[in-house]
């Protein structure tokens, strides 16, 4: 399957950005959905995934601020980021696989990161 993100950009601390990644090719094995970040480092972090059946899972970093959805019609999963922080100010990849899990080595397919940069 292939993933294509976008959405990144330049925002204020306390402002919003909409993450969209549109799924094609073989989409039966975008069971979960998800979205990971990577600060300047080697580290990977979850942020949030969200299963074909709209169960939805967050790192505790971004519960209450980001959602994700999914619309399966499209194979289109989003994340509505919401009260910025510089802090979250990283690459966000968009990832798919067959089951939840945090861990970025689980998820078979990745899309290229779109970069998303918090100003303070």
């Not at 402002?15 to 094609?24: M, N, P, T, V």
Request: charged fraction near 15%; aromatic fraction near 10%; hydrophobic fraction near 35%.
């Amino acid at each position: 399957v292939q993933l294509q993100a976008s959405g990144g950009g330049l925002v204020q601390a306390g402002g919003s950005l909409r993450l969209s990644c549109a799924a094609s090719g073989r989409t039966s094995s975008t069971y979960v959905m998800g979205w990971f970040r990577q600060a300047p480092g080697p580290v990977r972090e979850f942020v949030a995934a969200v299963t074909r059946t709209g169960d939805t899972y967050y790192a505790d970093s971004v519960k209450g601020r980001f959602a994700i959805s999914r619309d399966n019609a499209e194979n289109t999963v989003y994340l509505q980021m919401n009260s910025l922080k510089p802090e979250d100010t990283a690459v966000y990849y968009c990832a798919a696989g067959r089951a939840v899990t945090f861990i970025p080595n689980t998820y078979n397919s990745w899309g290229r990161g779109t970069l998303v940069t918090v100003s303070s």
